[in-house]
């Protein structure tokens, strides 16, 4: 496993509040009734998509969790974030072309799409793993989904179809314990997701989701092992999710309000601040830096809003040509 | 749904029609497919049957004559629309003021149609079916297509039927020049469903004691209907026309053996070749070589035909037991065999005598043949009317044993007289003279024929 | 020129086109064994890593099917039954049918769903149904139904070669159908009908073995009605230009389809015809497809899919009573 150097720490910090600051972007623009779509949060869950996707090679096939629309993931891999907000638009420089308001589409990060029916990630993510495989050139695939999405058929056979063909693939699943307003307690029969890994012989392996190095260590493991063509990992990441399930939304569990204390307990622990700690503690950052880095995110943010309500929207009349292709 | 009854257009060249008679009274519940009324045509009377059940609305007298598409009164199938129709029509609307043609959409958004029926108008009422390809052709060559029987699915008029339309009206376009009524022959004995007409309306009998200038009246028949036509076609005939009629006498020795040869050699189920038959080749063969006898005069020109249409009369018995006459026309006479003519010639008096004869069959004739034999089986000599517009009609009658001379001996031969009418104001003599040679020589040789 | 069933036709064609791209590859259940035997033979000649007999999955096959489509492959998903599209739903209908759409025409999805389809051995609502209309509903999708050998020989290639998801539906009562098939390749384009009999008087539009029950009915029909017979071949993309144009000379057509009559592909169809050929018709469109209920098994499906006197009888009806014999 490759050790990190102050650099990349550095990148993982400033990516984590670049995500911060975009999420809270899409949810002001959200709120203030901008957006063209809806907006699914990723606040508490930074670390996961910033972990996992740093040190993965350009061309490994990445498949983004909903949260967040895919900016921890996309960011951390190299894709500019500001694709995210000009889909949020509706516009053409979107990371869609503006088409689906939200999809994650950058083929050439290896982000060849996703599905909006959580769980799906789980087989198109054992395709795209079969096609790596096929092509033998050492790409992995990685894939993000929620507690929800393991609830889905396609989880159990794509674990056993991936085992089973020993496909490089690599699950994260990021328990943050809601499937929109019902809790995880109330849905599962295991307390842990990782343990179903071992009913299709895989490791299943849970780790601290608000550490962006514990997450990445354990991704890391999980690759490596994908690449080496031993087959699926499903790592579970225990998380927590700050707000509603999408914005607008009541933020309930079941029909009854969230427990604040809980949310605040689980704020104590956030996962930018956890690591700017830890950097601090560790000198790898400074006050200074950290307002530094705060105020070039704000700005790459407003950019992005700039850049995004400066940008056409789509020609309609190109869209009864996108039906089929050529 | 209130649905519109109106004078059908029996024929492309009806006109008008007379209301002879409704079997309901207003008010009256009515059974789909009964007879409601009858109606008077040039030619035939017609039974006009209740499309739908329901309580029949009157809106024309007996005696009115109306137009086609003329609207003569509705059946409604609720009572709501029964005093909606008489409501909006008000107590009585004589069939001329609400006379409408209902077959165009220009037609219905006339004015004197909204005006007439304020209240219908926003009553469903039947539309006539036909199908959108039917529809675009009879527009493209300007036919009306409002009384035209329908053979599509659901008797929808099709393109087919819009085609045997432009056909007729093609082959009456001389006849509508010269405006005679018998030969327009708008007549239809079958109704608008194609099915033969049931029964023929006999006019209500005068008072068998009343006189009329001093003479005792037995029965008064009104002039209508077929009666009506043939009238006005013969008066019609003689006023217009110079005919002259020339007779003649055939030995038919030789014919007679030719057709019994023929009869032996030739049998087909159902038709048995005639002596009329063979008089219909010989006559198109003859009219082939003198072909100013196959014309017409029309607008101070003579149009000599190309195509050989030979009518022949046919006379009929109607319901009433009065005889009535029809000339059904097998087309292009001179391109058919002796068994396609005899075929079609039976085909034809069989739909004669059966009422089923379409207006196609019974126009586009360019020469007429009557033969009387079956009408009278002794010597008889006759001078038939000629079929306007056509030059010329030929008469054919009984075949009976004559004494004639032959060698200068007196023998026994079977004789049939014929007779030539035709207008000298189109041919004279000469031209007849030749036709009738050729006519001769073929009855009398019948191997002449194949010449 | 050879002689080859219809199955035989279509795995020859899978095999060529495994030769000529080594991207394609097969998945599926039992696709080494081949039940329905368009993919018998091709493990002993390609091996079983392009010919993956898969687990009882279809989520998963659909979805690594989708999913290697997208990763630059050219998979040929088996579907088993074409009922089985059901249980593939959510990766055949929306991912594979709208990921090339939803994601701005960026990564496409080149791929064959295969399933043998079609009533006719009285299996049941759950094995019999060709889920046509369904398919034609979801864009993104193509769909293709062969009638003869030749044909699916030729378009099975072209499917195979096509950028997008192609739903390939092969009928069980086809399968014995021989057919003499050139030695040379030959492809047959997706979207163009072929007119199986030439007619004037009522044009049939059918697909799949429809289109044999067209042609024996033309065929009993033709001292009467001169009938016309356009096998569509693909009903994604439909060639409706070949039907106007048949429509307009005929001036009547009956849709036959062998997939559920509500919603389906002769309403579709009839509905198209009304639009652009409404001024040709002289009689209503009319349709003969599967009754408005599950497919009946055993003795009672002749009771659910279209019969031949059915054909007979709508032919005759569209052509009135002109044509009586």
Known sequence: ?326 | ?451 | MKELSYWNAISEAIAEEMKRDETVFVIGENVQESPFLVTKGLVQQFGPDRVMDAPLSELAIAGATVGAAMAGYRPICDLTFADFIYCAADEVLMKAAQQYFSHNAKVNVPCVFLGVAGAGFGNGPEHSRIPAAMVMNNPGLKLVMPSTPYDAKGLMKAAIRDNNPVCFFFHKKCMPMKQEIPDEEYIIPLGVADVKRVGSDVTVVATSYMVHLALEAAKNLEDIISVEVIDLRSLVPLDIDAIITSVKKTGRVVVVDEDTECCGVAAEIGQQIMERAFDYLDAPVARVCAANMPIAGAAMEKYVIPQLAQVQNAIEAAAGSGFSA
């Open chain 2, 1 to 451: 749904m209130l649905v519109k009854l109106f004078i059908p257009k029996l024929g492309m060249t009806m006109e008008k029609a007379t209301i002879a008679e409704w079997r309901y009274k207003d008010g009256d519940t009515v059974e789909k497919d009964s007879t409601v009324l009858v109606i008077d045509t040039e030619k035939v009377a017609n039974d006009i049957e209740a499309p739908v059940s329901g309580k029949l609305v009157i809106n024309a007298a007996v005696g009115d004559e109306l137009p086609c598409g003329a609207i003569i009164g509705y059946i409604a199938e609720t009572r709501e629309e029964y005093e909606i129709a008489k409501g909006g029509a008000g107590a009585y609307v004589s069939g001329l003021q609400a006379s409408v043609a209902p077959a165009t959409e220009d037609q219905k958004s006339d004015q004197h149609v909204a005006a007439v029926e304020p209240v219908l108008a926003l009553a469903t009422v039947e539309r006539i079916k036909i199908s959108p390809l039917a529809r675009s052709v009879a527009k493209q060559n300007d036919i009306d297509y409002a009384g035209i029987s329908g053979s599509g699915p659901g008797g929808r008029i099709v393109k087919h039927d819009i085609e045997v339309a432009m056909t007729r009206q093609a082959a009456q376009k001389p006849a509508v020049m010269t405006a005679c009524p018998g030969s327009r022959g708008c007549g239809s004995t079958s109704d608008a469903a194609g099915k033969p007409v049931a029964s023929i309306a006999v006019a209500s009998a005068g008072d068998s004691t009343s006189q009329h200038e001093g003479k005792r009246i037995r029965e008064v028949r009104a002039l209508k209907g077929m009666r009506k036509a043939i009238s006005e076609h013969m008066h019609h005939s003689h006023s217009i026309s110079a005919p002259i009629s020339v007779m003649f006498e055939v030995d038919m020795t030789e014919m007679v053996k030719f057709r019994n040869r023929l009869l032996e050699k030739w049998q087909t189920e159902g038709v048995r070749l005639t002596y009329t038959d063979i008089f219909i080749m010989i006559v198109a063969k003859a009219l082939k070589k003198a072909p100013l006898m196959n014309s017409s005069l029309i607008n101070n020109e003579i149009i000599i035909w190309d195509d050989i249409n030979i009518g022949i009369g046919a006379s009929v018995m109607l319901p009433d037991g009065e005889s009535g006459l029809v000339v059904p026309v097998i087309r292009n006479a001179d391109k058919l065999s002796l068994g396609e003519i005899s075929a079609a010639r039976k085909d034809l008096t069989d739909k004669a005598r059966n009422g089923t004869l379409s207006m196609d069959e019974m126009t586009g004739g360019t020469f007429t043949i009557t033969n009387t034999a079956s009408l009278s089986p002794f010597w008889h000599i006759q001078t038939p009317i000629i079929h306007q517009p056509q030059a010329a009609i030929l008469g054919t009658a009984s075949i009976v044993d004559r004494p004639v001379v032959k060698d200068g001996e007196i023998v026994v031969r079977p004789i049939m007289p014929m007779y030539l009418t035709f207008d000298h104001r189109i041919v004279d003599g000469g031209p007849t003279a030749v036709f009738n040679s050729l006519v001769h020589g073929m009855m009398s040789d019948p191997d002449l024929i194949f010449i």
């Open chain 1, 1 to 326: 496993m490759k050790k990190l150097g102050k650099q990349d720490l550095l990148l993982m910090y400033r990516n984590l509040v670049r995500t911060r600051k975009f999420d809270e972007l899409n949810i002001r623009m959200a709120t203030e009734g901008k957006l063209l779509t809806f907006y699914h949060s990723c606040q508490g869950h930074e670390a996961i998509g910033v972990g996992a996707c740093t040190g993965l090679r350009k061309d490994d096939y990445l498949y983004p969790h909903h949260r967040g629309h895919g900016l921890s993931y996309a960011i951390a891999k190299g894709v500019n974030p500001r694709e995210c907000i000009a889909e949020h638009l509706g516009r053409a420089t979107g990371w869609g072309g503006g088409i689906t308001g939200f999809h994650t589409c950058v083929p050439e990060f290896g982000i060849l799409g996703v599905g909006a029916t959580i769980g799906s990630g789980f087989v198109l993510s054992v395709g795209f793993a079969l096609a790596a495989k096929k092509r033998g050139e050492g790409q992995i695939t990685i894939m993000f989904t929620g507690d929800g999405g393991i609830q889905r058929g396609q989880f159990h056979e794509a674990a056993n179809m991936a085992s089973v063909w020993k496909l490089p693939v690599v699950w994260v699943v990021e328990n943050n314990q809601m499937a929109w307003f019902t809790p995880y307690r109330d849905t599962s029969a295991v307390e842990d997701i990782a343990t179903l890994a071992a009913s299709y012989n895989m490791p299943g392996e849970i780790v601290d989701g608000m550490d962006v190095l514990a997450v990445h260590t354990a991704v890391q493991k999980a690759v490596e092992r994908a690449r080496s063509g031993e087959g699926p990992s499903l790592i579970e990441c225990k998380t927590y999710r700050y707000r509603s399930h999408s914005e607008g939304r009541p933020d309930v569990s079941h029909y009854l309000p969230r427990s604040k204390e809980e949310i605040a307990k689980w704020k104590e622990r956030d996962p930018v601040k956890l690591f700017e700690e830890k950097l601090l503690k560790e000198k790898v950052l400074t006050k200074a830096l950290i307002q530094k880095i705060s105020q070039e995110c704000d700005a790459e943010a407003e950019e992005a809003e700039t850049f995004g309500f400066e940008s056409p929207f789509p020609d309609p009349s190109n869209l009864s040509k996108m039906v089929y292709a050529p």
